[in-house]
């Protein structure tokens, strides 16, 4: 008998520009943003996605009040003063060390890094991709755009994440021209639409057709990936109204040259110039900018059954509820990464 492999898709919708770094670069861009080597479309490393929700969910373990020495991987010895310290030690140890001996994170994520090569945790995330791009238009001020490759490795990734029969069927589309739902806000009278510097026009006979199609994954996208809080309703309407889909090379194109670039100084306190060698240019993720990731939770992988009723997969689960935003990437102290959140393990059902 085989352990099934719990799967999810995790939704991540940009609240302020994204900075999902790279490093140092030798091009006018001093510090890029991340991106696929055969297509460079803007990726976030499943390593770092992992890394900010082991973060979060030890976050929400750190209360030692009802202490019960089973929840943790290790053996602890409670000390005069009411703390705790590891079996054979005398050091006290932090909230944040006991948090991160906690079984259940321990089966998920893996042990703590000084204890990294005992066993792997159960739960693996693929790289974050690039779904729908924001653009400025000139009628309805911006636009979320993609194309048919992206949606045809959404659909790929959607049956990994255990669902079958999504249509997500979209037409191929020449340079030049897009497809929109039929009550678009970003067409204009005369039918076309304006995507920062450039002017496209509908798809002739079968605009109507692409209509269809293309308004059937715009409402999956949002009902499926986007956060379902009654705050993000308006959010959600407004994402089908102005998804629009460009072909394959259009979209490459704008993804790879209408990212966010800002120039970052440091001034010299006494004279108010730039100190030598502190100008530098950073890309960004602009706000607005929807990715997804495919999670994955082999079970076999726990090493120990629990007495819980719910496995460590439904708890990690659940505790998301409650975690509706992360910061990944760089620049926190400057608001930048700040990310609306949602894990989803079935299609929701068409209203």
Not at 13 to 36: F, Y
Not at 237 to 249: A, G, T, W
Request: charged residues 25%.
């Amino acid at each position: 008998m085989t352990t099934p492999i719990r799967t999810a898709l995790l939704g991540i919708h940009a609240q302020t520009s994204l900075h999902p770094g790279a490093g140092t670069a030798l091009g006018t861009v001093d510090l890029p943003i991340q991106r696929e080597r055969h297509t460079h479309w803007p990726i976030i490393p499943g390593s770092a996605i992992k890394g900010v929700l082991r973060d979060a969910y030890r976050e929400t373990h750190l209360s030692t009040e009802n202490f019960d020495p089973q929840e943790y991987s290790f053996e602890f010895e409670r000390t005069a003063s009411g703390g705790f310290q590891e079996a054979g030690s005398v050091r006290q140890l932090k909230p944040r060390e006991m948090a991160d001996s906690k079984r259940v994170l321990n089966d998920l994520f893996g042990p703590p890094t000084a204890k990294a090569d005992e066993f792997a945790g159960a739960l693996s995330l693929t790289d974050a991709r690039i779904l729908a791009f924001p653009l400025r238009s000139l009628r309805g001020v911006f636009a979320w755009i993609s194309c048919p490759a992206v949606l045809e490795r959404l659909t790929r990734d959607v049956r990994l994440s255990g669902w079958s029969g999504t249509d997500l069927q979209v037409p191929e589309l020449t340079d030049g021209i897009y497809a929109a739902p039929s009550q678009c806000a970003c067409r204009l009278p005369s039918g076309e639409i304006v995507l920062e510097d450039s002017d496209f026009a509908q798809a002739g006979a079968l605009a109507d057709e692409h209509s269809q199609q293309v308004h059937r994954a715009a409402e999956w996208i949002a009902r499926t990936v986007l956060p379902e809080e009654p705050e993000y309703a308006a959010t959600r309407k407004r994402f089908v109204e102005h998804f629009v889909l460009l072909s394959d090379n259009d979209f490459t194109h704008f993804v790879r040259h209408a990212t966010e670039v800002s120039a970052r100084i440091a001034l010299n306190y006494e004279t108010k110039t730039v100190k030598q060698g502190a100008l530098f240019y950073q890309e960004f993720l602009p706000a607005e900018t929807l990715l997804y990731s495919v999670a994955l939770c082999n079970e076999s992988r726990i090493r120990e059954r629990r007495s819980s009723s719910r496995s460590p997969f439904e708890e990690w689960q659940a505790s998301l509820q409650n975690i509706p935003y992360l910061q990944f990437g760089g620049d926190e102290s400057t608001g930048k990464g700040w990310c609306a959140i949602r894990l989803t393990t079935q299609e929701v059902p068409r209203a």
